[in-house]
């Protein structure tokens, strides 16, 4: 088989935020407490950070992330997590049926995000709290000073402002297992309200409003209307969810989830722009994709899950997905689908970042090892820069149970032109042929292959585990060429690629 593309830089379909590169962190099983934070580990900080993690998450290259939560942030009371930490109270967390000692909170993880490199993007509970909470915690981290919450701050001793920019109205809304959830009505009024007050505090923030929680939602679609309809001119971003696992075996759907993420944008975008034609708005309103990932739900529900009066563990193993070859060919193709949207989609986040259905994983008193998932994150962070650009791409096709016929190859290209760097991502979704893909790159100009990476495995179902952490790694694609302006490339079934120009 065989596949063609163009690249032609003058081809812009959007300028690459560096937001598109962001995590999540939530207060979850053993995302934060014996994950980044394990004060008795022997590469832990004075903070009790584990800086063998912060070494990973630097190298990983994310942006922005999104905290607390997640479901957890809807039950959360941030008083809880600043102060005197002898004084913080021990808290039923309901999301995860867990215990939040507080251990951890605002000031602790803004700290630990220097160490990183990443900027803080903050939830606000409006499931079981409302207006007058979010504003108290805006107050609290981005005014300088003289009142009574920016004076608990820098008493608590952070004197300057922690000027978060990024603020989510709540989290999926929309999802009846949501502490609070509401109607698209009742939510679209209370994130209008607390979206005016929150700018009357600093008008310069970004605020999300809460999108739908997958494209399978009932209310999807109506949800996004009802909810931009009451909150257009009061927010920048919609956000949208979506999380994706191989089930029953269907392995040619699975690694078509891309087309599901691309159809999932595509009509939240028609949408957001409907509601703006309707109202005769000139105002865009971006996507903040601030949950994706592979994520194996069916085992969270039917193994992981805690229950009983008396069990509300702290810090417990649950949604510790050990990611394979596949996971990260899908993974890598949800990453191209992001790209290519990248005029709409300005801010993503990949759900999480370490032990929970994370790239990074570590054990108490071990070592930290990168998932399968960690390589087409790092590399396509490091290489996509500038701009994403339009490809004619022509491929042959595969045909699939939930999504029909799928081009069995998928990519885009970036663009820098500062850097006079260009990269090219692909994903040959086929499971049983290799596939050569000649990519013209003659409107490059006089280009040299920089770097090329490819993941795949004669086991699809190779993994990095404890006992074996470097099984699967990317490695060199030794079958590229360029001539005369022709690059080809032999693309192994079931693989990612990138390839680096210039
Ligand atoms: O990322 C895990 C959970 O998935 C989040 O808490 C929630 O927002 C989503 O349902």
Not at 153 to 159: H, I, K, L, V
Not at 210 to 239: K, N, Q
Not at 439 to 450: E, K, T
């Amino acid at each position: 088989s065989a596949a063609r593309l163009t690249i032609d830089p003058h081809f812009v379909s959007g300028r690459i935020h560096r937001r598109l590169f962001g995590g999540f962190v939530e207060h979850l099983g053993r995302h934060v407490y014996d994950g980044i934070y394990e004060p008795g580990h022997e590469t832990a900080d004075a903070e009790g950070f584990r800086q063998d993690v912060i070494e990973l998450v630097r190298e990983l290259g994310v942006s922005t992330i999104r905290y607390p939560g997640g479901n957890f942030v809807s039950g959360f009371r941030w008083e809880d997590s600043v102060g005197p930490r002898e004084q913080r109270p021990r808290r039923l967390d309901l999301a995860w049926h867990s215990t939040e000692t507080n251990e951890v909170g605002l000031h602790e993880f803004s700290s630990w995000l220097e160490k990183v490199g990443s900027d803080l993007m903050l939830a606000v509970n409006l499931g079981t709290r409302g207006t007058a909470e979010a504003l108290d915690l805006l107050e609290y981290t981005n005014v300088p000073g003289g009142t009574e919450l920016s004076e608990r701050r820098r008493a608590n001793g952070r004197e300057e402002p922690f000027g978060v920019q990024m603020w989510c109205l709540g989290n999926e809304m929309d999802g009846p297992w949501q502490l609070g959830h509401r109607s698209a009505d009742d939510y679209g009024k209370l994130a209008s309200r607390t979206a005016k007050g929150m700018r009357q505090i600093d008008p310069d923030i970004t605020l999300v409003a809460c999108g739908s929680s997958s494209a399978a939602m009932p209310t999807f679609g109506e949800w996004e209307r009802v909810v931009l309809g009451h909150t257009y001119d009061d927010v920048d971003y919609i956000s949208c969810h979506a999380y994706y696992q191989e089930k029953d075996g269907d392995i040619d759907s699975f690694l078509a989830s891309g087309v599901d993420m691309d159809r999932f944008i595509e009509t939240v975008v028609a949408t957001a722009d409907h509601v703006g034609a309707v109202r005769g708005s000139s105002k865009r309103i971006d996507i903040s994709f601030d949950e994706w990932n592979v994520w194996y739900i069916d085992r969270y529900e039917g193994v992981d899950k805690i229950t009983g009066i008396d069990n509300w563990p702290v810090a417990p193993r649950i949604l510790e997905d050990s990611y394979s070859v596949l996971d990260a060919v899908v993974f890598g193709s949800l990453m191209i689908s992001l790209l290519k949207h990248a005029d709409r989609v300005t801010s993503a986040s990949l759900a999480q970042l370490v032990n929970v259905i994370a790239p990074i994983m570590t054990e108490p008193g071990g070592p930290a090892w990168r998932q399968t998932t960690f390589f087409p994150f790092s590399i396509t962070s490091r290489l996509a820069q500038g701009e994403s650009l339009e490809l004619k791409l022509d491929s042959p096709t595969y045909e699939t149970a939930r999504f029909g016929e799928v081009a069995l190859v998928d990519a885009v290209a970036t663009h820098d032109a500062d850097a006079g760097r260009s990269s090219v991502f692909l994903v040959n979704r086929s499971t049983t042929e290799a596939i050569e893909v000649s990519v013209d790159v003659s409107g490059l100009g006089d280009v040299a292959v920089l770097e090329t990476h490819t993941l795949s495995d004669s086991d699809i179902y190779a993994k990095n585990t404890l006992e074996d952490r470097e099984r699967v790694a990317p490695r060199e694609n030794d079958s590229v060429s360029l001539a005369d302006g022709m690059l080809t490339i032999t693309l192994p079934p079931v693989s990612w690629s990138a390839i680096a120009l210039g």
